[in-house]
């Protein structure tokens, strides 16, 4: 290539940059004119989650099994002949004097005899009422009466008794069963043949193989009591009770955390048709709103701490309106006003470009609103069209709850930093002005009043229909209650209990 040609080139080069120099110039220049771009102070972001405290809950595992089960597994372990009877009575009917006109003529013998037979028993009913456990057994008694002095060769005699088994069903610290036992007995036909006039009484001889047979059938009693392995079924429900579940689905999503720390029982009882106890289980109950919390690890189950002091749950419902659902709703109010028109005094029109919201937490317990904007006035006496201003101006307000009202109201909405309320700065004359500010406290009232209301009704019927793997749980709520909001940086917060009681009752396999 030739010298010449290369200079030609170099020079165009050097005309189109000095052009576009002069075109970016021209454009600064129209953008000076017409937009006033200012950068206004930003107050500092505080990040932090919301701060509340968890009280202790208490749920009741309902554990029972029919008390029929009891009675037919009795029924089939204690053998149906309690006492057999096979003895010789040297003295079955006493000696007697034999008197004819008041003079004593001679004295009967005394006569032995042989006795057969046994004793069984009927079908063991179990019933009771609270914690005294009731068991019933029928009593039958058969005994011959044989050799009776060489004169009676046999004789039957029949009877009837009823046992009567009171007691109680206590828990030791390890969760075994502790039962005791009162085991009484009454004859309501009492066992006996009559010779020659005379009663010959074998309850005597009855009593005697009944005593024995009692601490049998106490130990026989014991031993089918702790067969209910009370520490296997509770370290079942306590196992299925670390969870977290689903209350509401979705608009928005809510979920509940159950992470028990003890539980203890006193003792069983009778309630029903069913002999059972009642789990209490203590810990922490909470609620969440948005993504699902990690499901709590399950803790070994502890020793019986007895009926826990406590009597009823107390759920924290942690409600958030996040700052990114109420940015949207701002912004729209916003714009609804800027089409109806934004009277500023000075102005004769204006022209209001509300482009963005942007909110978070700030120092001192404060949400930092930011709105993105761009202004057009008019002046009012020189009917003069102004420069386009445009920025991002921010204001700090304070959100407080009144005692017992779910509202939040807005306090103290300033623009944040230096305010400059001199006619040119625009942006903050006009969100400075009373139709704006109370714009931004109004929305933000109305959201978080929608948020409450929408996430404790969804909430609470969710907790009218929770089952838990094997359990079944039911949430009388008696009372909600809420604190003062908070400012937090995952938004606003308003800490929500409820209270009342809740009882979990095992599902049986089907």
């Not at 050799?147 to 206590?170: C, F, P, W, Y």
């Not at 005692?403 to 969100?431: F, H, M, Q, R």
Request: hydrophobic share 45%.
């Amino acid at each position: 290539m030739e010298a010449g040609e290369t200079n030609s080139m170099s020079t165009r080069r050097r005309v189109a940059l000095a052009v576009a120099a002069i075109l970016l110039a021209a454009l600064a220049y129209v953008a000076w004119r017409f937009f006033a771009v200012t950068a206004y102070p930003v107050p500092p972001k505080v990040e932090g989650a919301p701060d509340y405290a968890v009280e202790t809950s208490v749920i009741v595992a309902r554990l029972a099994v029919p008390t029929q089960q009891l009675s037919t597994a009795l029924t089939r372990d204690v053998p149906e002949t309690l006492v057999t009877i096979d003895e010789r009575l040297e003295e079955c009917v006493p000696s007697e004097t034999v008197k004819v006109l008041g003079a004593k003529l001679f004295n009967t013998p005394t006569l032995g005899c042989d006795l057969a037979g046994e004793i069984t028993r009927g079908p063991i009913s179990v019933g009771g009422e609270g914690p005294q456990i009731v068991l019933r057994m029928p009593l039958s008694a058969r005994i011959e009466v044989r050799n009776i002095g060489d004169v009676l060769k046999r004789e039957t005699a029949t009877a009837e008794a009823a046992v009567t088994m009171r007691g109680t069903l206590g828990v030791t610290q390890d969760w075994s069963l502790d039962p005791d036992f009162d085991i009484s007995y009454d004859w309501t036909l009492e066992p006996g043949v009559d010779f020659l006039g005379t009663r010959i009484s074998l309850r005597s001889v009855a009593d005697k193989e009944l005593d024995k047979m009692i601490p049998e059938i106490e130990a026989t009693l014991k031993a089918k009591a702790r067969e209910f392995n009370l520490r296997a079924e509770a370290d079942k429900a306590w196992k299925d009770i670390f969870t977290t579940e689903s209350v509401n689905r979705e608009n928005p999503p809510v979920w509940i955390n159950i992470a028990p720390e003890m539980a203890g029982v006193d003792q069983l009882d009778i309630r029903d048709g069913e002999i059972g106890v009642d789990v209490l289980m203590a810990g922490e109950l909470s609620l969440f709103v948005g993504d699902k919390p990690d499901k709590p690890e399950p803790s070994p189950l502890g020793d019986n701490v007895g009926a826990p002091e406590f009597e009823t749950f107390d759920i924290k419902v942690p409600v958030l309106a996040d700052f990114k659902e109420l940015e949207p709703v701002l912004l729209k109010a916003l714009r609804k006003l800027a089409a109806k028109g934004i009277e500023i005094e000075e102005f004769a029109s204006l022209d209001a470009d509300f482009q963005d919201v942007t909110i978070y937490a700030t120092e001192g317990d404060q949400l930092a609103v930011g709105v993105k904007a761009a202004m057009t006035p008019v002046g009012a006496e020189s009917n003069r069209r102004w420069n386009t201003s445009q920025g991002t101006v921010w204001l700090t307000a304070t959100p407080v709850t009144k005692p017992d009202s779910e509202l939040v109201e807005i306090t103290d909405l300033e623009v944040y930093g230096k305010t400059n309320t001199a006619l040119g700065d625009t942006l903050i004359v006009v969100l400075s002005s009373e139709q704006v500010k109370a714009v931004i406290e109004q929305e933000l009232v109305e959201d978080f009043k929608g948020d409450y209301d929408r996430i404790i009704d969804k909430a609470l019927k969710g907790l009218g229909d929770l089952k838990v793997g094997r359990l079944d749980f039911a949430f009388d709520v008696a009372e909600v209650e809420h604190g003062s909001v908070q400012v937090t940086g995952a938004g606003l917060f308003m800490p929500v209990s409820a209270q009342g009681k809740v009882t979990a009752t095992v599902i049986p396999p089907s």
